[in-house]
């Protein structure tokens, strides 16, 4: 997980998500109508949409807007038909990477995916190439300043959770199995403990360490895969530097 941890935390010091706020917006809606399509339009009963209603909430998306994105999915609204889709491929370095789209036109989505990681020293694989080396699960983080050690860590494991680590960056990390993960998320809401970031991700099961013009191909990659529009995730498995990321990132 080191990759998605260091990323993680520098793009929030950098201040990157305020920037690219617009396109926070479209991708939070994009995955509120899909979500509610999936599994309805109550957040209460449906665990991903009150996931996206929450990360909608936390970038001050106006409420109009959250109301709207889910009645297009419970096609209460006509809106686009967005499908979801994984593509996989390799990174520089032999670096694993698992992209999440969501599209309305996936022979577009795929063209483009494809000349990204062309341009970037990476190609695009087959269906499977990859995604066996990822596990579906809850990630959340709190920051070190915010909360102590010891205690956040009882109370993650007394909730369910199945990790917690304090290692090198400057964040907790929470892990949870997939169905753990928002009875934990709550613990830690109900015991007032200020939540970095919470969300279900896939962990790799291994890393791969990369360095000098592999490190800086592969950000390259993963800024621009995150940029594209129709991406909603992407999930590798580099491990770069924590100084290394944060110079390349500058």
């Not at 950098?14 to 809606?29: E, S």
């Not at 709207?68 to 038909?81: N, Q, V, Y």
């Not at 007394?158 to 400057?170: I, L, M, N, P």
């Amino acid at each position: 997980m080191s990759g998605h941890s260091k990323w993680s935390t520098i793009k929030r010091k950098k201040g990157k998500l305020d920037a690219q706020r617009g396109a926070m917006f479209t991708k939070v809606i994009k995955e509120i109508t899909v979500a509610a399509r999936q599994g309805g339009g109550d957040p209460e009963a449906n665990a991903r949409l009150r996931a996206a209603v929450n990360a909608a909430k936390a970038i001050n998306m106006p409420a109009d807007n959250i109301k709207r994105a889910i009645l297009k999915g419970t096609g209460e609204l006509p809106g686009a038909s967005y499908e979801e889709v994984y593509y996989e491929g390799y990174g520089p370095g032999g670096v694993a990477v698992l992209v999440l789209a969501q599209t309305d036109n996936k022979n577009r989505t795929v063209a483009e995916v494809r000349h990204i990681f062309t341009r970037h020293g990476g190609n695009l694989g087959e269906a499977g190439c990859v995604g066996w080396m990822f596990h579906k699960r809850g990630y959340i983080t709190v920051d070190k300043d915010k909360a102590s050690e010891e205690k956040l860590m009882d109370l993650a494991i007394e909730s369910g959770a199945s990790d917690f680590r304090a290692d090198d960056t400057q964040v907790y990390e929470i892990y949870t199995e997939f169905n753990d993960f928002e009875k934990v998320r709550l613990a830690l809401e109900r015991s007032a403990v200020p939540i970095a970031t919470a969300e279900i991700t896939m962990i790799p099961q291994t890393n791969v360490k990369i360095e000098g013009k592999e490190a800086e191909q592969m950000i390259k990659l993963y800024e621009a895969l995150e940029e594209h529009d129709d991406i909603q995730k992407v999930y590798a498995n580099f491990d770069i530097d924590e100084k290394l990321l944060e110079q390349l990132t500058n």
